[in-house]
């Protein structure tokens, strides 16, 4: 029977970010597998309420692979999306991702350098300092 995997880039975006899709459509017969070129299928992206936001069309290369990029709106509700992949000989496979209103951190972390080793489960202590990042674009 044939199957997909589906990957994004990241799990979580903020609202106008592009997508990477990726995903690998393969046949399998007892343990074996083969992949499955020129497999002509779809994405489809639904946001948190299951509307569907776009179609994106696609055709597997020798390997049976296939792309595909999605840039979110820029407005929109946050929440978990999820795409749908469909096509040939191929119950829908689905993948979800967050879409979160977040900013990056404003600072960083430094740790001191431990004075002696430690073992598993032994109790530490680690001296640190937080401090104020420089803004990166």
């Known amino acids: 029977y044939t199957r997909a995997r589906i990957f994004t880039d990241r799990a979580i975006y903020r609202p106008g970010q592009?997508?990477?899709?990726?995903g690998v459509v393969f046949q399998r017969n007892a343990d074996h597998y083969r992949a499955f070129p020129a497999w002509k299928g779809r994405f489809v992206v639904f946001d948190s309420q299951a509307k569907a936001l776009d179609t994106l069309q696609v055709v597997s290369d020798s390997l049976g692979t296939v792309v595909a990029t999605y840039t979110l709106?820029?407005?929109?509700?946050?929440?978990n999306f999820y795409l749908r992949l469909f096509g040939e000989e191929i119950s829908s496979m689905q993948h979800s991702f967050r879409v979160e209103e977040y900013?990056?951190?404003?600072?960083?972390?430094e740790l001191d350098t431990l004075a002696a080793s430690v073992r598993l489960g032994d109790p530490m202590s680690v001296p640190s300092t937080a401090c104020p990042s420089p803004v990166r674009r």
């Open 18 to 22: 592009r997508v990477e899709i990726s």
């Open 73 to 79: 709106p820029k407005y929109v509700r946050p929440g």
């Open 103 to 109: 900013k990056r951190p404003t600072f960083h972390v």
